[in-house]
């Protein structure tokens, strides 16, 4: 009785702050609320093939510029963002049938921070959120908005006139996090970072921190210690953990380094899973496979809390894209694209395997029974939970021999989202719909 009662506080804790967990397993839902779904990322089923011919690819539409936020679904509408100009100077939100791609509407905004459009700098990289009471829009030029969901403006925000300008090294790319009433933003610049806690009704300030204080591509995310949501954000060689209530930071952990790019993935309550990458400005590289592995944080009194890992990788390091859980494992790919199985309880390697899918920038998904990497230049591996080889690959386009490669500004499918029997696959300036 004491067990199923501490299991429905658990999970009540766990619908409040939108992170669905019961053991290692994650409930799907039928909507996909936000970057990483809030890090529910197993789903009831996917397609199991599609090709460059159009095979079981239901629609593709044209993006308006280029953009490398997730796509984010609710009911039968699909939202995208995206910014156009050589100097990023638009910034647009449009929304599409789930159906057949129809665009059902588009709201423009102008960047208050100009800045060249290239491959090194965030491109409409910050993912929104949506639920029943709308869309949270954000944009690294500043701009923060929430829209209806049949696009009217609800209140918007100009960071930049409130905040002083924005200037980080490659662009700002931490996507938005929310949970019933707020949603939580991470500006992590250069001078004075700070997170803010906002409303989703109207927009009026909650909280607002300092920041991190080093570089990061990677997105705020909420997990709970203790029965209490906490705010996870990672950056070069720190992760700090905000009350989300309040905005207070409770802790910083230090003993780690290159996770500039991968979001942490909750596991369980006061345990998540950080990756690493040797990517592109990265420091000591020697670092990074131990900087791969599963963190706790456990109160010990007076508002103080122990955080180290429970256990790091011995070899395995991540692309660019995060790792998951599936089937009580570990799931690592890294930039040469291996695979890497580990056990969930111990971190000991189970396998290695090159897969077809080679680097992934787009976070992994899982059915019960098969994983799918999402490979960087459109190839897709679809990976067998049992044994961990690879069953089959499907892509979506055919990479172009004479075009610029992928790291340069070419084709790159930047997230793949599942909604009801569609997987939806965004790449820079094209969204393609698969059943």
Sequence with gaps: MVQDK???????????????????????????????????????SLPESWDAQGGNVAWKISVEGYGQSTPVVFGDQVFLTSTSGPNKENYHVAAYALTDGTKRWQKDFKNPSPEESNSYVSRAAPSPTVDAQGLVVSFEGGIVAALSLDGKLQWEKNLVELYGPIKARHGLAA?????LSNVFIWVEREQDPYVLALTKSSGELVWKSPGVGATSWSSPRLFVVAGKPQLLCSSSGKIAGYDAASGNRLWEFNDLANNTTCTPIPVSEGKFLIGASDGRGEQS??????????????????????????????????????????????????????????????????????????????TPLATSSKLYLFGQKGTTS????????????????????????????????YAAVSAGNTLLIRRGDTLFAIR
């Design 6 to 44: 501490k299991r429905l506080r658990l999970t009540q804790i766990f619908a409040v702050v939108g992170i669905h967990l019961l053991g290692n397993q994650v409930q799907a839902q039928d909507h996909w609320s936000g970057f990483q779904n809030g890090g529910r990322l197993i789903v009831p």
């Design 175 to 179: 996507s938005l996090e929310h949970d």
């Design 285 to 362: 590289a020697g670092k990074t496979a131990a900087s791969n592995g599963l963190i706790e944080v456990i109160p010990i009194g007076e508002g103080k809390f122990a955080v180290d890992y429970l256990w790091r990788a011995e070899k395995a390091t991540c692309s660019f894209g995060s790792p998951i859980v599936a089937a009580d494992k570990v799931w690592i790919v890294n930039r040469t694209g291996v695979l890497y199985q580990l056990e969930l309880a111990t971190g000991k390697q189970l396998s290695a395997e090159r897969v077809s899918a080679g680097s992934v920038w787009a």
């Design 382 to 413: 679809i990976v067998d939970l049992a044994s961990a080889k690879e069953l089959s690959s499907c892509s979506i386009w055919e990479e172009s021999a004479s075009g610029p490669p992928a790291a340069m500004g070419g084709s790159v499918l």
